[in-house]
């Protein structure tokens, strides 16, 4: 049977989703979620036409606050950067991210 | 042997000054001492506490799940990538738990990030069920469950998104109440699937889980989800009769389910005998919610886990271990362009038909009632090349959870050989947790399978 996801496609999900892999896990990792998509795509028989969908059940909409300043719940900036592996002069240290490859 | 006490017990106690509080956090902190390098239950352990007695819970031994925001308490939901994370801000179900007189013992071992049903998937190495200690305690809660059936704490906190307070619940032959979504507040956990998380307790009696849910459920500004609906006291239904209530049993004709039910099945009579008519019914089947569940969790976690990074947490990407990479890979996969109608909406649609499928059911039926798991704690490694290992294990849980409606877990068989439990789920509608207490807490008091009470 056809693999619903091969090595290409593995490669292509880990980098959107941001997550270093060796291409010895591209291949398990294609195997894994062909197997786990078999599970899902039982779904395929069951007739959902014109079925809603339900993203939440709280049948809460629009909740919203006041723009006010909550000082109770406000970091320092040493807080903030508390648990952060790099800083300078008060602020977090990034990687570059535009024009990168 | 104080810390064998039930949280009601513990408190009855110290109201009537016949135990010192000292003394239970002696018990408890002894046998943390004696067990915990054998079962690997907390991975941080807490001596501090502070006499509470004019407050509710009176500075009793909580133990909390580790992806629970404890302020200057180390959290790591069992991850590398946390492993030296220290919360600058506290959740707010561990603050009410505090406000209520609380004191956290310890943080206890789960799946990275909730990612499981054993514990097999902690990067700090897998806990060990206190009962027999060959097998798994369950998961993804499961070091809070393993913590109560060991009385290293007084009562514990977990949080369950689909059968991860009630599956190792009953593993480990304790007591797991999943609250409706949204009774309790999901500020400052470690999310998985935000559509889902309920923060719970895990405790050794029905009442105990009462006791604890009326001090942690509730609004919460901090939440958006969380819902302004007032909170009854939980306690009310306790020992009331179940007299007149239809039970609806259901997943009873399942294949692979044959041996549990067997021993299951004659469980139900007790319900009859106290006056309940207890019928079979038909639900949708459960293997579908295996595949919605599979797509909503992995969508949402691959959402969630996308903030964690080495900028705000000392530790990069790299360190997710092998669940979390699938799960978030997976979830990326589901949401992304030209696959997310086959995946993501399809199953939000067949969603939503399971929901409508058990809300009809509840039309019929005050309450639902099935095994909680397919079968008994699982031997140590059951999970090694299943990649599916936990939502087989939870399929029995997950309309339950993926509808938001309210569910405990009672111990309802003890096999002697093996001194391992199944457990009994009784679910209710939405916010009917009083109805799934008053049935649980019947069951607990009219059958011999709480190992705390002494029934016969």
Partial sequence: MKQAVNKQLVKHIAQLANIPISSQEEEELAKDFSKTLEVVDKLQKVDTKGVEMTHQVTGLTNITREDEVNEKNMFTQKEALANASRTHDGFFVVERLIDVE | ?456
């Fill in chain 2, 1 to 456: 042997m104080l810390n064998k006490l039930t949280l009601k017990q513990a408190i009855d106690k110290l109201g009537n000054k016949e135990v010192k509080l000292e003394d239970i956090w002696l018990d408890v902190l002894n046998s943390i001492k004696d067990k915990n390098s054998k079962f690997n239950i907390y991975l941080n352990i807490n001596e501090k506490y502070q006499d509470q007695l004019n407050k509710p819970l009176k500075g009793l031994p909580i133990a909390v799940k580790d992806n629970f925001c404890t302020k200057d308490l180390i959290t790591t939901a069992s991850s590398l990538l946390l492993k030296d994370f220290k919360p600058q801000f506290e959740s707010t179900v561990t603050q009410k738990l505090k406000d209520a007189g609380g004191e956290i013992v310890g943080k206890t071992n789960m799946d990275a990030w909730a990612h499981g049903s054993s514990t097999e998937t902690s990067q700090f190495g897998r806990t060990l069920n206190p009962r027999n200690s060959e097998h798994l305690p369950g998961g993804s809660s499961g070091g809070s469950a393993a913590a109560v059936a060991a009385d290293m704490c007084i009562a514990a906190l977990g949080t369950e998104t689909a059968g991860s307070v009630r599956q190792p619940a009953a593993w480990c032959g304790v007591v797991g109440l999943k609250p409706t979504y949204g009774r309790t507040s999901r500020y400052g956990i470690a999310a998985m699937a935000s559509s889902t998380d309920s923060p719970s307790p895990i405790t050794k009696t029905v009442e105990d889980a009462a006791i604890l849910l009326n001090h942690i459920a509730g609004h919460d500004p901090l939440n958006a989800t969380s819902s302004t609906k007032e909170v009854p006291d939980f306690t009310e239904n306790l020992g009331k009769s179940i007299k007149d209530l239809k039970i609806g049993v259901i997943y009873h004709d399942l294949k692979g389910l044959e041996d549990a039910w067997a021993l299951f099945a004659p469980q139900l009579d007790i319900f009859t005998k106290l006056g309940a008519s207890v019928e079979y019914a038909q639900a949708m089947d459960p293997k579908h919610a295996v595949g919605v569940y599979t797509v909503v969790q992995r969508s949402e976690v691959s959402s969630n886990l996308a903030r964690f990074d080495d900028v705000r947490y000392q530790h990069g990407r790299d360190t997710f271990g092998d669940e979390a990479k699938r799960r978030i890979m997976l979830g990326t996969h589901t949401l992304s362009k030209g696959y997310a109608d086959q995946y993501y909406n399809m199953s939000q649609q067949v969603r939503t038909m399971m929901i409508k499928d058990y809300e009809k059911l509840f039309e019929t039926y005050d309450v639902l009632v099935s095994l909680t798991s397919p079968g008994f704690a699982k031997k140590i490694g059951a999970t090694e090349g299943e990649a599916m290992f936990g939502e087989l294990e939870d399929m029995l849980l997950e309309v339950s959870s993926l509808g938001g409606f309210p569910g405990a877990s009672v111990p309802c068989y003890h096999d002697k050989k093996t001194n391992l439990y199944l457990g009994m789920n009784i679910m209710a509608p939405m916010w009917r947790e009083d109805l799934v207490i008053q049935v649980a807490d019947a069951f607990e008091k009219n059958t011999h399978w709480n190992s705390w009470r002494n029934n016969d």
